[in-house]
């Protein structure tokens, strides 16, 4: 549950919480019966944290001739967000579209199969994304450089955050 409202993995609290835990039993029946336990939760969570990975993100940029193809059939199995922008190819000069979204790791074997069946020669670059930001999830801030405190007024009305 918590792991759902942050969107980061959780595996780290885990961690610390059995840690504790076993920093108790270790003062009341003796440190060396606790430290093997402490070294096997330390691998084994690292080892959970390595392939779980779940809330990673990824950026897909797809450049294709047919995005009203692909975008028809993303938008009717995704509910994730896209932008399209018209390009023009740097050696061709041909007229391209870009499409850009940000998914879940899990989600890119879909995608790439519905890619490659609407357009077979679509181009698509997939790298990791470390936190995307989107309306409001994040207040906008800026900081008086003496102060080191926000100052709202410093922001045009239009952006201000008003929550």
Same mark, same amino acid.
């Given at each position: 549950?918590? *792991?759902?409202?942050?969107?980061?993995?959780?595996?780290?609290?885990?961690?610390?919480?059995?840690?504790?835990?076993?920093?108790?039993?270790?003062?009341?029946?003796?440190?060396?019966?606790?430290? %093997?336990?402490?070294?096997?939760?330390?691998?084994?969570?690292?080892?959970?944290?390595?392939?779980?990975? @779940?809330?990673?993100?990824?950026?897909?940029?797809?450049?294709?001739?047919?995005?009203?193809?692909?975008?028809?059939? %993303?938008?009717?199995?995704?509910?994730?967000?896209?932008?399209?922008?018209?390009?023009?190819?740097? #050696?061709?000069?041909?007229?391209?579209?870009?499409?850009?979204?940000?998914?879940?790791? %899990?989600?890119?074997?879909?995608?790439?199969?519905?890619? #490659?069946? #609407?357009?077979?020669?679509?181009?698509?670059?997939?790298? @990791?994304?470390? *936190?995307?930001?989107?309306?409001?999830?994040?207040?906008?801030?800026?900081?008086? *450089?003496?102060?080191?405190? @926000?100052?709202?007024?410093?922001?045009?009305? *239009?952006? @201000?955050?008003?929550?």
């Amino acid at each position: 549950m918590v *792991s759902n409202k942050t969107g980061q993995s959780i595996w780290g609290l885990i961690f610390a919480g059995n840690c504790a835990v076993l920093l108790i039993f270790g003062a009341l029946f003796g440190w060396e019966a606790a430290a %093997y336990p402490i070294i096997f939760q330390f691998i084994s969570t690292k080892a959970i944290e390595m392939f779980y990975t @779940r809330y990673d993100r990824v950026t897909l940029q797809i450049t294709t001739t047919r995005p009203e193809q692909i975008l028809a059939d %993303y938008n009717e199995i995704h509910k994730h967000g896209s932008s399209v922008v018209e390009v023009m190819g740097g #050696r061709s000069r041909k007229r391209y579209w870009l499409i850009t979204t940000v998914v879940s790791s %899990y989600e890119i074997d879909d995608i790439m199969h519905l890619i #490659r069946v #609407r357009d077979g020669s679509a181009v698509v670059n997939v790298f @990791r994304t470390e *936190s995307p930001v989107t309306p409001g999830t994040q207040k906008p801030e800026r900081l008086d *450089s003496k102060a080191g405190q @926000r100052n709202a007024s410093l922001w045009p009305a *239009s952006l @201000r955050w008003s929550g």
